[in-house]
RNA sequence: CGGGCUGUAGCGCAGCCUGGUAGCGCGUUCGUCUGGGGGACGAGAGGUCGCGGGUUCGAACCCCGCCAGCCCGACCA
Protein backbone atom coordinates (compact mmCIF):
# COMPACT_ATOMS: atom_id res chain seq x y z
CA UNK A 1 0.00 0.00 0.00
CA UNK A 2 1.34 3.44 -0.78
CA UNK A 3 0.60 5.76 1.95
CA UNK A 4 -0.33 8.94 -0.26
CA UNK A 5 -3.59 6.44 -1.53
CA UNK A 6 -4.19 5.02 1.69
CA UNK A 7 -7.00 6.73 4.54
CA UNK A 8 -4.33 6.75 7.03
CA UNK A 9 -5.05 10.04 9.00
CA UNK A 10 -2.68 10.84 12.21
CA UNK A 11 -2.62 13.44 14.41
CA UNK A 12 0.20 15.38 15.91
CA UNK A 13 -2.19 16.70 18.75
CA UNK A 14 -3.94 13.53 21.72
CA UNK A 15 -7.75 14.66 21.35
CA UNK A 16 -9.06 15.53 25.02
CA UNK A 17 -11.18 12.77 25.89
CA UNK A 18 -8.50 10.00 25.54
CA UNK A 19 -7.08 8.93 28.61
CA UNK A 20 -5.16 5.51 28.68
CA UNK A 21 -2.27 4.83 26.08
CA UNK A 22 -4.09 2.66 23.69
CA UNK A 23 -7.02 4.99 23.44
CA UNK A 24 -4.74 7.41 22.52
CA UNK A 25 -2.95 5.64 20.02
CA UNK A 26 -5.65 4.39 18.32
CA UNK A 27 -7.21 8.01 17.46
CA UNK A 28 -3.53 9.06 17.06
CA UNK A 29 -2.64 6.42 14.46
CA UNK A 30 -5.81 6.81 12.54
CA UNK A 31 -7.53 3.32 13.26
CA UNK A 32 -10.70 4.37 14.70
CA UNK A 33 -13.12 7.45 14.98
CA UNK A 34 -15.72 8.04 18.10
CA UNK A 35 -19.53 8.63 16.71
CA UNK A 36 -20.93 8.94 20.23
CA UNK A 37 -19.99 7.39 23.51
CA UNK A 38 -18.54 4.40 23.18
CA UNK A 39 -19.56 3.39 19.67
CA UNK A 40 -16.33 3.59 16.91
CA UNK A 41 -16.70 3.59 13.27
CA UNK A 42 -13.21 1.41 12.25
CA UNK A 43 -11.07 3.17 9.71
CA UNK A 44 -8.71 1.16 7.55
CA UNK A 45 -5.75 0.39 9.51
CA UNK A 46 -7.52 0.01 12.78
CA UNK A 47 -10.23 -2.15 10.32
CA UNK A 48 -6.99 -4.24 9.33
CA UNK A 49 -6.16 -4.94 12.38
CA UNK A 50 -9.37 -6.39 13.63
CA UNK A 51 -9.77 -8.73 10.44
CA UNK A 52 -6.23 -9.94 11.30
CA UNK A 53 -7.32 -10.66 14.76
CA UNK A 54 -10.75 -12.41 13.50
CA UNK A 55 -8.50 -14.56 11.50
CA UNK A 56 -6.25 -15.64 14.11
CA UNK A 57 -9.30 -16.42 16.22
CA UNK A 58 -11.25 -18.15 13.53
CA UNK A 59 -8.25 -20.32 12.92
CA UNK A 60 -8.06 -21.49 16.34
CA UNK A 61 -11.86 -22.30 16.28
CA UNK A 62 -11.35 -24.16 13.71
CA UNK A 63 -8.52 -26.34 15.13
CA UNK A 64 -10.44 -27.24 18.15
CA UNK A 65 -13.07 -28.23 16.15
CA UNK A 66 -15.88 -25.60 15.80
CA UNK A 67 -18.57 -24.89 13.35
CA UNK A 68 -18.84 -20.73 12.33
CA UNK A 69 -22.05 -19.39 11.55
CA UNK A 70 -23.06 -16.06 12.08
CA UNK A 71 -26.03 -14.78 14.00
CA UNK A 72 -28.35 -11.39 13.70
CA UNK A 73 -27.15 -8.50 15.93
CA UNK A 74 -30.96 -7.93 16.30
CA UNK A 75 -33.03 -10.74 18.02
CA UNK A 76 -36.44 -10.68 19.35
CA UNK A 77 -37.70 -10.87 22.46
CA UNK A 78 -39.31 -14.19 22.68
CA UNK A 79 -36.80 -16.10 23.24
CA UNK A 80 -35.35 -14.08 26.09
CA UNK A 81 -38.73 -14.09 27.99
CA UNK A 82 -39.10 -17.89 27.68
CA UNK A 83 -35.08 -17.98 29.00
CA UNK A 84 -36.33 -15.58 32.20
CA UNK A 85 -33.17 -13.54 31.09
CA UNK A 86 -35.70 -10.74 29.55
CA UNK A 87 -36.30 -9.67 33.14
CA UNK A 88 -33.02 -10.84 34.18
CA UNK A 89 -30.74 -8.80 32.33
CA UNK A 90 -30.72 -5.42 33.60
CA UNK A 91 -30.78 -1.89 31.75
CA UNK A 92 -27.24 -2.60 29.71
CA UNK A 93 -29.07 -4.76 27.39
CA UNK A 94 -30.62 -2.27 24.82
CA UNK A 95 -34.68 -2.89 24.17
CA UNK A 96 -36.80 -1.31 21.41
CA UNK A 97 -40.32 -1.89 19.71
CA UNK A 98 -40.31 -2.53 15.62
CA UNK A 99 -43.08 -0.38 13.96
CA UNK A 100 -45.73 -4.06 14.58
CA UNK A 101 -44.79 -3.11 18.27
CA UNK A 102 -42.99 -6.26 18.87
CA UNK A 103 -40.29 -6.02 21.23
CA UNK A 104 -37.03 -6.61 20.09
CA UNK A 105 -33.23 -6.20 21.77
CA UNK A 106 -29.73 -5.62 20.18
CA UNK A 107 -27.92 -8.45 21.24
CA UNK A 108 -25.43 -8.66 24.03
CA UNK A 109 -25.06 -12.29 24.11
CA UNK A 110 -26.72 -15.06 22.18
CA UNK A 111 -27.37 -18.09 24.69
CA UNK A 112 -30.93 -18.04 23.82
CA UNK A 113 -30.28 -18.25 20.26
CA UNK A 114 -28.09 -20.58 19.59
CA UNK A 115 -30.27 -22.97 21.48
CA UNK A 116 -33.01 -22.29 19.63
CA UNK A 117 -31.15 -23.18 16.07
CA UNK A 118 -29.69 -26.28 17.44
CA UNK A 119 -33.09 -27.68 18.66
CA UNK A 120 -34.51 -27.58 15.90
CA UNK A 121 -31.97 -29.75 14.09
CA UNK A 122 -30.12 -31.54 16.34
CA UNK A 123 -32.42 -35.01 18.26
CA UNK A 124 -29.75 -37.38 18.71
CA UNK A 125 -25.96 -37.09 21.02
CA UNK A 126 -24.84 -38.59 18.07
CA UNK A 127 -24.31 -35.18 16.77
CA UNK A 128 -22.65 -35.02 19.63
CA UNK A 129 -20.31 -32.61 20.77
CA UNK A 130 -20.92 -29.69 18.95
CA UNK A 131 -19.63 -26.36 18.77
CA UNK A 132 -20.63 -23.38 17.39
CA UNK A 133 -19.85 -20.16 17.01
CA UNK A 134 -19.54 -16.51 15.42
CA UNK A 135 -17.60 -13.37 15.42
CA UNK A 136 -20.58 -10.71 15.77
CA UNK A 137 -21.31 -7.22 16.90
CA UNK A 138 -22.94 -6.73 20.32
CA UNK A 139 -24.13 -3.76 21.99
CA UNK A 140 -24.39 -3.29 25.60
CA UNK A 141 -25.62 -0.09 26.86
CA UNK A 142 -22.96 0.07 29.48
CA UNK A 143 -23.64 2.92 31.76
CA UNK A 144 -20.30 4.89 31.74
CA UNK A 145 -18.15 3.30 28.53
CA UNK A 146 -14.22 4.85 28.82
CA UNK A 147 -10.53 3.11 27.43
CA UNK A 148 -12.12 3.77 23.45
CA UNK A 149 -12.75 0.35 22.11
CA UNK A 150 -11.57 -1.79 25.75
CA UNK A 151 -15.02 -0.52 26.96
CA UNK A 152 -17.27 0.48 24.28
CA UNK A 153 -20.71 -0.18 24.24
CA UNK A 154 -20.75 -1.90 20.61
CA UNK A 155 -17.75 -4.24 20.75
CA UNK A 156 -16.98 -7.23 18.08
CA UNK A 157 -16.96 -10.81 20.24
CA UNK A 158 -16.60 -14.07 19.13
CA UNK A 159 -18.94 -16.47 21.15
CA UNK A 160 -18.99 -20.09 21.28
CA UNK A 161 -21.01 -22.34 22.18
CA UNK A 162 -20.84 -25.67 23.18
CA UNK A 163 -23.40 -28.48 23.02
CA UNK A 164 -23.05 -31.82 24.85
CA UNK A 165 -24.86 -34.92 25.79
CA UNK A 166 -23.55 -34.79 29.48
CA UNK A 167 -21.91 -33.06 32.20
CA UNK A 168 -18.74 -35.16 31.91
CA UNK A 169 -18.41 -34.33 28.56
CA UNK A 170 -19.60 -30.77 29.03
CA UNK A 171 -16.83 -30.65 31.23
CA UNK A 172 -14.23 -32.13 28.33
CA UNK A 173 -15.38 -29.49 25.94
CA UNK A 174 -14.72 -26.99 28.31
CA UNK A 175 -11.23 -27.57 29.27
CA UNK A 176 -10.64 -28.20 25.23
CA UNK A 177 -11.84 -24.01 25.02
CA UNK A 178 -9.87 -23.27 28.05
CA UNK A 179 -6.40 -24.81 26.63
CA UNK A 180 -7.32 -23.79 22.87
CA UNK A 181 -7.59 -20.06 24.26
CA UNK A 182 -3.94 -20.24 25.46
CA UNK A 183 -2.66 -20.72 21.79
CA UNK A 184 -5.19 -18.12 20.34
CA UNK A 185 -3.97 -15.92 22.77
CA UNK A 186 -0.32 -16.71 22.41
CA UNK A 187 -0.59 -16.42 18.37
CA UNK A 188 -1.74 -12.76 19.39
CA UNK A 189 1.28 -12.22 20.65
CA UNK A 190 -0.24 -12.19 24.59
CA UNK A 191 0.01 -13.80 27.85
CA UNK A 192 -3.75 -14.06 28.96
CA UNK A 193 -3.98 -16.19 32.41
CA UNK A 194 -6.71 -18.07 33.43
CA UNK A 195 -8.78 -16.70 36.83
CA UNK A 196 -11.53 -17.87 38.56
CA UNK A 197 -14.52 -16.03 37.75
CA UNK A 198 -17.61 -15.15 39.17
CA UNK A 199 -20.49 -16.54 36.69
CA UNK A 200 -22.39 -13.60 36.62
CA UNK A 201 -25.38 -12.97 34.12
CA UNK A 202 -24.80 -15.47 32.22
CA UNK A 203 -25.22 -18.22 34.97
CA UNK A 204 -23.44 -21.91 36.09
CA UNK A 205 -20.92 -23.14 38.09
CA UNK A 206 -17.57 -23.28 36.35
CA UNK A 207 -16.12 -20.09 35.15
CA UNK A 208 -12.69 -18.36 33.83
CA UNK A 209 -11.28 -15.01 32.67
CA UNK A 210 -8.49 -15.04 30.92
CA UNK A 211 -6.79 -11.58 31.94
CA UNK A 212 -3.80 -10.33 30.24
CA UNK A 213 -1.73 -7.64 32.46
CA UNK A 214 -1.93 -4.17 31.71
CA UNK A 215 -1.57 -0.91 34.50
CA UNK A 216 -4.41 0.32 32.97
CA UNK A 217 -6.43 -2.78 33.29
CA UNK A 218 -9.68 -2.89 35.23
CA UNK A 219 -9.68 -5.59 37.49
CA UNK A 220 -6.91 -6.20 39.97
CA UNK A 221 -5.23 -9.52 39.72
CA UNK A 222 -3.98 -11.74 42.26
CA UNK A 223 -1.85 -14.86 41.04
CA UNK A 224 1.12 -16.90 41.57
CA UNK A 225 3.99 -15.99 39.21
CA UNK A 226 4.71 -19.94 38.71
CA UNK A 227 1.89 -20.01 36.26
CA UNK A 228 2.84 -18.12 33.50
CA UNK A 229 6.08 -20.63 33.09
CA UNK A 230 3.39 -23.24 32.84
CA UNK A 231 4.30 -25.08 29.36
CA UNK A 232 0.82 -25.16 28.76
CA UNK A 233 1.21 -22.07 27.22
CA UNK A 234 4.13 -22.30 25.11
CA UNK A 235 3.47 -25.86 24.13
CA UNK A 236 1.00 -27.64 21.65
CA UNK A 237 -1.32 -30.30 23.80
CA UNK A 238 -2.75 -33.11 21.16
CA UNK A 239 -4.04 -36.25 23.60
CA UNK A 240 -6.94 -35.44 25.98
CA UNK A 241 -5.17 -36.78 28.89
CA UNK A 242 -2.45 -33.83 28.39
CA UNK A 243 -5.24 -31.59 28.02
CA UNK A 244 -6.96 -32.49 31.19
CA UNK A 245 -3.71 -32.26 33.25
CA UNK A 246 -2.80 -28.97 31.66
CA UNK A 247 -5.89 -27.61 32.86
CA UNK A 248 -5.53 -29.47 36.50
CA UNK A 249 -2.17 -27.05 36.82
CA UNK A 250 -3.54 -23.98 35.87
CA UNK A 251 -6.44 -24.08 37.38
CA UNK A 252 -5.88 -25.73 41.10
CA UNK A 253 -2.74 -22.73 41.00
CA UNK A 254 -3.96 -19.73 42.63
CA UNK A 255 -5.16 -17.04 40.19
CA UNK A 256 -8.31 -14.88 40.70
CA UNK A 257 -9.36 -10.97 40.26
CA UNK A 258 -10.55 -9.05 42.96
CA UNK A 259 -14.20 -10.03 42.13
CA UNK A 260 -13.16 -13.65 43.95
CA UNK A 261 -9.88 -12.68 45.26
CA UNK A 262 -9.51 -14.04 49.07
CA UNK A 263 -6.59 -12.71 50.60
CA UNK A 264 -6.36 -15.61 53.40
CA UNK A 265 -6.44 -18.47 50.64
CA UNK A 266 -3.60 -16.07 48.92
CA UNK A 267 -1.36 -15.92 51.41
CA UNK A 268 -1.86 -19.92 52.54
CA UNK A 269 -1.12 -20.66 49.28
CA UNK A 270 1.44 -18.47 47.34
CA UNK A 271 5.02 -18.01 48.61
CA UNK A 272 5.83 -14.71 49.30
CA UNK A 273 8.32 -14.01 46.38
CA UNK A 274 5.85 -15.81 43.75
CA UNK A 275 3.07 -13.37 44.82
CA UNK A 276 1.79 -11.28 41.67
CA UNK A 277 -0.76 -8.03 42.53
CA UNK A 278 -1.11 -6.20 39.22
CA UNK A 279 -4.16 -5.13 37.32
CA UNK A 280 -5.50 -7.09 34.04
CA UNK A 281 -7.61 -6.38 31.15
CA UNK A 282 -10.09 -9.25 30.69
CA UNK A 283 -9.93 -10.80 26.90
CA UNK A 284 -11.75 -13.97 27.05
CA UNK A 285 -14.62 -15.81 29.87
CA UNK A 286 -15.47 -19.12 29.33
CA UNK A 287 -18.47 -20.28 30.98
CA UNK A 288 -19.78 -24.21 31.48
CA UNK A 289 -24.19 -23.39 32.70
CA UNK A 290 -25.34 -26.99 32.13
CA UNK A 291 -28.65 -26.88 31.27
CA UNK A 292 -29.55 -23.65 32.36
CA UNK A 293 -30.65 -22.23 28.59
CA UNK A 294 -31.70 -26.32 27.10
CA UNK A 295 -34.19 -27.05 29.85
CA UNK A 296 -36.35 -23.56 29.75
CA UNK A 297 -35.86 -23.34 25.76
CA UNK A 298 -36.28 -27.35 25.44
CA UNK A 299 -33.22 -28.22 23.74
CA UNK A 300 -33.13 -32.09 24.41
CA UNK A 301 -31.12 -34.88 22.61
CA UNK A 302 -31.99 -38.81 22.88
CA UNK A 303 -28.97 -40.65 24.63
CA UNK A 304 -27.53 -44.01 23.94
CA UNK A 305 -30.38 -45.37 26.46
CA UNK A 306 -33.11 -43.71 24.08
CA UNK A 307 -33.95 -41.38 26.32
CA UNK A 308 -34.51 -37.09 26.01
CA UNK A 309 -32.05 -35.28 27.98
CA UNK A 310 -31.54 -31.51 28.09
CA UNK A 311 -28.50 -31.12 26.21
CA UNK A 312 -25.00 -29.51 28.68
CA UNK A 313 -23.77 -26.50 27.57
CA UNK A 314 -21.22 -24.23 27.57
CA UNK A 315 -20.07 -20.59 26.47
CA UNK A 316 -17.15 -19.13 25.47
CA UNK A 317 -16.34 -15.24 24.46
CA UNK A 318 -13.10 -13.39 23.08
CA UNK A 319 -12.98 -9.88 23.48
CA UNK A 320 -11.78 -9.04 19.51
CA UNK A 321 -12.64 -5.71 18.95
CA UNK A 322 -11.25 -5.13 22.52
CA UNK A 323 -8.08 -7.04 22.15
CA UNK A 324 -7.13 -4.44 19.86
CA UNK A 325 -7.17 -1.91 22.70
CA UNK A 326 -5.29 -4.28 24.61
CA UNK A 327 -2.70 -5.29 22.94
CA UNK A 328 -1.86 -1.74 22.45
CA UNK A 329 -1.51 -1.56 26.02
CA UNK A 330 0.66 -4.39 26.32
CA UNK A 331 2.73 -3.54 23.26
CA UNK A 332 3.71 0.14 22.71
CA UNK A 333 6.13 3.01 24.25
CA UNK A 334 6.37 6.72 24.55
CA UNK A 335 6.63 7.25 20.31
CA UNK A 336 3.70 4.91 19.80
CA UNK A 337 2.21 1.54 19.12
CA UNK A 338 5.18 -1.58 18.81
CA UNK A 339 2.75 -4.35 16.97
CA UNK A 340 3.45 -7.86 17.49
CA UNK A 341 4.47 -9.50 13.47
CA UNK A 342 1.44 -11.46 13.44
CA UNK A 343 -1.23 -8.70 13.37
CA UNK A 344 0.76 -5.89 12.22
CA UNK A 345 -1.21 -4.13 9.86
CA UNK A 346 1.95 -4.54 7.29
CA UNK A 347 4.88 -6.40 7.37
CA UNK A 348 6.83 -3.52 6.89
CA UNK A 349 7.33 0.47 6.50
CA UNK A 350 9.40 1.92 3.57
CA UNK A 351 9.98 5.31 4.29
CA UNK A 352 10.83 7.34 0.78
CA UNK A 353 12.96 10.33 2.42
CA UNK A 354 13.19 12.66 -0.70
CA UNK A 355 10.17 12.19 -3.00
CA UNK A 356 11.22 14.80 -5.79
CA UNK A 357 14.32 12.81 -6.13
CA UNK A 358 14.06 10.53 -8.99
CA UNK A 359 16.90 7.97 -7.92
CA UNK A 360 14.94 7.72 -4.42
CA UNK A 361 11.15 7.49 -5.84
CA UNK A 362 12.90 4.73 -8.24
CA UNK A 363 15.03 2.75 -5.56
CA UNK A 364 11.73 3.31 -2.81
CA UNK A 365 9.63 1.38 -5.75
CA UNK A 366 11.46 -1.17 -6.74
CA UNK A 367 12.12 -2.19 -2.76
CA UNK A 368 8.14 -1.73 -2.56
CA UNK A 369 7.95 -4.04 -4.99
CA UNK A 370 9.94 -6.59 -4.10
CA UNK A 371 8.62 -6.37 -0.62
CA UNK A 372 5.02 -7.03 -1.97
CA UNK A 373 6.01 -10.05 -4.09
CA UNK A 374 7.90 -11.58 -0.84
CA UNK A 375 4.42 -11.36 0.45
CA UNK A 376 5.63 -8.69 2.80
CA UNK A 377 2.62 -6.40 2.69
CA UNK A 378 4.74 -2.90 2.94
CA UNK A 379 3.30 0.30 3.17
CA UNK A 380 5.37 2.62 1.30
CA UNK A 381 5.12 6.32 2.83
CA UNK A 382 5.67 8.26 -0.52
CA UNK A 383 4.00 11.81 0.77
CA UNK A 384 5.51 14.65 0.42
CA UNK A 385 6.73 15.56 3.86
CA UNK A 386 9.28 16.45 5.59
CA UNK A 387 11.34 13.47 7.14
CA UNK A 388 10.76 14.45 11.14
CA UNK A 389 6.90 13.75 10.23
CA UNK A 390 7.30 10.77 8.34
CA UNK A 391 9.92 9.20 10.90
CA UNK A 392 7.51 10.24 13.67
CA UNK A 393 4.36 8.82 12.09
CA UNK A 394 5.90 5.69 11.20
CA UNK A 395 6.88 4.83 15.17
CA UNK A 396 3.25 5.97 15.91
CA UNK A 397 1.99 3.72 13.79
CA UNK A 398 4.00 0.81 15.23
CA UNK A 399 5.25 -1.51 11.96
CA UNK A 400 7.59 -4.21 13.07
CA UNK A 401 10.32 -2.96 10.16
CA UNK A 402 11.00 0.42 9.00
CA UNK A 403 13.39 0.60 5.95
CA UNK A 404 14.61 4.08 5.70
CA UNK A 405 16.28 4.73 2.18
CA UNK A 406 16.96 8.49 1.21
CA UNK A 407 19.44 10.38 -1.63
CA UNK A 408 22.52 10.39 1.01
CA UNK A 409 22.78 6.78 1.85
CA UNK A 410 21.40 5.87 -1.84
CA UNK A 411 24.81 7.44 -3.19
CA UNK A 412 26.73 4.58 -1.23
CA UNK A 413 23.86 2.01 -2.49
CA UNK A 414 22.63 2.11 0.91
CA UNK A 415 19.63 1.91 3.40
CA UNK A 416 18.32 1.80 7.05
CA UNK A 417 16.81 -1.14 8.33
CA UNK A 418 15.42 -0.60 12.00
CA UNK A 419 13.51 -2.40 14.29
CA UNK A 420 10.64 -1.17 15.68
CA UNK A 421 10.33 -2.79 19.09
CA UNK A 422 14.27 -3.03 19.91
CA UNK A 423 14.80 0.39 18.03
CA UNK A 424 18.15 -1.59 16.56
CA UNK A 425 19.65 0.56 13.57
CA UNK A 426 21.23 -0.95 10.60
CA UNK A 427 22.83 0.63 7.53
CA UNK A 428 22.56 -2.26 5.19
CA UNK A 429 22.95 -2.20 1.21
CA UNK A 430 19.36 -1.65 -0.86
CA UNK A 431 19.91 -5.30 -2.04
CA UNK A 432 20.20 -7.24 0.73
CA UNK A 433 17.90 -4.94 2.93
CA UNK A 434 15.13 -7.58 2.35
CA UNK A 435 16.78 -10.65 2.89
CA UNK A 436 18.53 -9.17 6.48
CA UNK A 437 15.28 -8.26 7.47
CA UNK A 438 13.80 -11.89 7.26
CA UNK A 439 16.71 -13.61 8.70
CA UNK A 440 15.12 -11.27 11.91
C1' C B 1 -26.97 6.09 38.56
C1' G B 2 -24.39 9.59 42.52
C1' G B 3 -20.30 13.39 42.49
C1' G B 4 -17.29 16.73 39.44
C1' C B 5 -15.79 19.08 34.79
C1' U B 6 -16.06 20.59 29.64
C1' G B 7 -18.58 22.14 24.87
C1' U B 8 -15.25 28.37 20.55
C1' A B 9 -12.07 26.13 12.86
C1' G B 10 -10.04 19.12 11.51
C1' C B 11 -6.84 18.66 16.49
C1' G B 12 -4.99 21.25 20.98
C1' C B 13 -6.51 25.70 23.32
C1' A B 14 -7.19 31.34 24.74
C1' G B 15 -11.19 34.86 24.98
C1' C B 16 -16.22 34.61 29.26
C1' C B 17 -14.95 37.14 35.50
C1' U B 18 -15.59 43.16 33.75
C1' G B 19 -21.24 42.35 27.15
C1' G B 20 -19.26 46.09 21.81
C1' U B 21 -14.97 43.88 14.78
C1' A B 22 -14.01 35.74 16.88
C1' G B 23 -8.31 34.80 18.13
C1' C B 24 -3.51 31.64 18.81
C1' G B 25 -0.52 27.03 17.79
C1' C B 26 -0.67 22.69 14.81
C1' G B 27 -3.02 20.81 10.51
C1' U B 28 -4.97 22.27 5.58
C1' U B 29 -4.65 25.07 0.22
C1' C B 30 -1.25 27.88 -3.22
C1' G B 31 3.82 29.73 -4.04
C1' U B 32 9.16 30.04 -3.01
C1' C B 33 13.31 28.23 -0.44
C1' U B 34 14.17 23.60 1.75
C1' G B 35 15.03 18.25 2.72
C1' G B 36 18.36 12.08 7.39
C1' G B 37 13.83 13.26 13.34
C1' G B 38 7.16 17.25 13.19
C1' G B 39 11.78 23.60 8.85
C1' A B 40 11.34 28.96 7.12
C1' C B 41 8.95 32.97 4.56
C1' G B 42 4.66 34.91 1.92
C1' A B 43 -0.52 34.54 0.54
C1' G B 44 -5.37 31.99 1.42
C1' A B 45 -9.49 28.83 2.93
C1' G B 46 -12.00 27.26 7.08
C1' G B 47 -16.62 29.24 12.75
C1' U B 48 -25.09 28.98 13.10
C1' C B 49 -18.89 30.15 19.61
C1' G B 50 -23.38 22.57 21.51
C1' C B 51 -29.06 23.69 21.11
C1' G B 52 -33.39 26.60 22.72
C1' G B 53 -35.27 30.60 25.35
C1' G B 54 -34.53 35.14 28.30
C1' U B 55 -32.10 40.00 29.80
C1' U B 56 -29.94 44.04 26.80
C1' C B 57 -29.44 49.06 21.86
C1' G B 58 -26.02 44.90 21.48
C1' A B 59 -24.61 38.11 24.08
C1' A B 60 -19.11 33.35 22.79
C1' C B 61 -19.42 36.34 27.41
C1' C B 62 -24.92 37.43 32.03
C1' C B 63 -29.62 34.28 33.47
C1' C B 64 -32.91 29.77 32.77
C1' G B 65 -33.72 25.12 30.42
C1' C B 66 -32.06 21.16 27.44
C1' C B 67 -28.43 18.11 24.78
C1' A B 68 -23.69 15.99 24.16
C1' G B 69 -18.89 14.47 25.72
C1' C B 70 -15.20 13.54 29.56
C1' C B 71 -13.29 12.30 34.64
C1' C B 72 -13.95 9.77 39.83
C1' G B 73 -17.16 6.16 42.08
C1' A B 74 -20.75 2.00 41.78
C1' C B 75 -21.31 -1.45 37.47
C1' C B 76 -19.36 -4.22 33.26
C1' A B 77 -16.65 -8.81 27.55
Not at 295 to 301: N, Y
Amino acid sequence: MRWSRYFLPTMKDTPAEAQIASHRFMLRAGMVRQNTAGIYTWLPMGLKVLSKIADIVRDEQARAGANEVLMPTIQSAELWQESGRFDAYGPEMLRFEDRHGRTMLYGPTNEEMITDIFKRDVQSYKNLPMNLYHIQWKFRDEVRPRFGVMRGREFLMKDGYSFDVDKEAAELAYKKVFISYLRTFRRLGLTAIPMQADTGPIGGDLSHEFLIQAETGESEVFFDSAISGDPAFTEDLTSDAELEAAFDRLTSAYARTDETHEASLFDAEVPEDRKVVSRGVEVGHIFYFGTKYSEPLGATVSNAGGKDVPVHMGSYGIGVSRLVGGIIEANHDDDGIVWPAEIAPFGVGIINLKVDDAACSAACDDLYAQATAAGLDPLLDDRDMRPGGKFADMELIGLPWVITIGPRGLKEGMAELKNRRTGEKHDVAVADVLGRLAAG
